[in-house]
């Protein structure tokens, strides 16, 4: 049985000479294969350089943005820093004010007017 099997395999796989009309067709279609495969690649290569400038031009734009994020980043910063350089400014102009109000109040406290200096 297996032997059976065995000589149908080998008589059905046997080498056979392939006729002059399918080599033709078969070299034609690999020479035209050849061609439409060296195309793309042609293609491929020149499109190299624009994939490269894509890419780098997206790089730039992303580190652009990153730059002028940082930078209003960094105005906004010293805006609220003047702010609050203005606002102590104040304060203190104001503090000023109302201590030269105290001294004032106690130094009119503490020296008696003008008609009792003349008098003692």
Known sequence: MSNDIESRLKAALRPVAPSTQFSEKLV???????SMQMRPRRLAAARRPLAWWLSASLA???????GVHQHLQQQRLQQSGLEARREVLEAL??????????????????????????GA
């Open 28 to 34: 034609a279609q690999v020479c035209a294969g050849r």
């Open 60 to 66: 730039a734009s992303v580190l652009l943005g990153i």
């Open 93 to 118: 102009r104001m503090t000023s004010q109302k201590l030269n109000l105290a001294y004032e109040a106690v130094k009119s406290q503490s020296t008696p007017p003008a008609d009792e200096k003349s």
